[in-house]
């Protein structure tokens, strides 16, 4: 299906990397973490590394994405914390941008993002924990203060440059993350509402980090009146 999206109808496939996958997730099933990290970066790195050889310089950009829902927690972030989904984060972000790198390209041209929340409680958007997490400047309770796959020693010479040098920076803490997608399957007027207070809820946390994020849909189906 990537082949005739991509290659004969020139469209943009959009990568997600929703929860640990197969036999490497905690139960076997879907909307789990991994039980091993370092393997789930291992697995992203390869899964990310074969999708640029496949289809090449186009895969710069794409966007990226980790987790799919994760709000929706007794559907596809089963039951789990949010300290969880934050480690999660990190080492799956980083994978992908290490692929990259060992495929010769500059991480910095890659968008890595998420979270595809579903948002179900129109403006009422869990962001407040995870955005405090990313940013390399802002506390709050609930979010991790370090980047865990930069923490990781395990990982030592394998994390991508473009993390290791935004954690050397900022003592460890902040991830990569640029671009914070919502899904609006909803009326125009409450899906805008959801874009812009998913904006300002980043603007409160950290305004320097998150000036130029942009915040997308990449799942709508929008109801207008008349």
């Not at 506390?139 to 020693?153: I, S």
């Not at 509402?193 to 409160?204: D, F, G, N, S, V």
Request: include cysteine; aromatic fraction near 10%.
């Amino acid at each position: 299906e990537w082949d005739l999206l991509h290659r004969r109808y020139g469209l943009t496939p959009i990568p997600r990397f929703a929860d640990a996958p197969g036999d490497l997730s905690i139960d076997g099933s879907f909307g789990t973490t991994a039980k091993s990290l370092v393997q789930l970066h291992e697995v992203t790195r390869a899964i990310t590394g074969h999708l640029i050889e496949r289809y090449g310089e186009p895969t710069v950009d794409w966007p990226w994405v980790v987790f799919n829902e994760p709000d929706l927690m007794s559907h596809y972030w089963r039951g789990r914390d949010w300290l969880e989904l934050q480690r999660f984060y990190d080492y799956t972000s980083d994978a992908i941008l290490r692929a990259f790198e060992d495929h010769g390209y500059d991480a910095r041209r890659v968008r890595v993002g998420g979270l595809e929340l579903g948002a179900i409680g129109g403006e009422h958007l869990r962001l407040h924990d995870f955005l405090a997490h990313v940013s390399p400047r802002a506390t709050r309770e609930g979010a991790l203060e370090k980047n865990a796959a930069f923490a990781d020693p395990r990982l030592d010479g394998k994390r991508s440059a473009r993390v290791e040098s935004l954690c050397r920076a900022h003592d460890g803490r902040g991830a990569c993350f640029d671009f914070l997608s919502i899904h609006t399957y909803n009326h125009a007027e409450m899906a805008a509402r959801k874009l812009i207070r998913a904006k300002e809820i980043a603007l409160e946390i950290d305004p320097i980090f998150f000036e130029r994020m942009p915040v997308v849909s990449h799942e709508t189906c929008l109801l207008y009146t008349s």
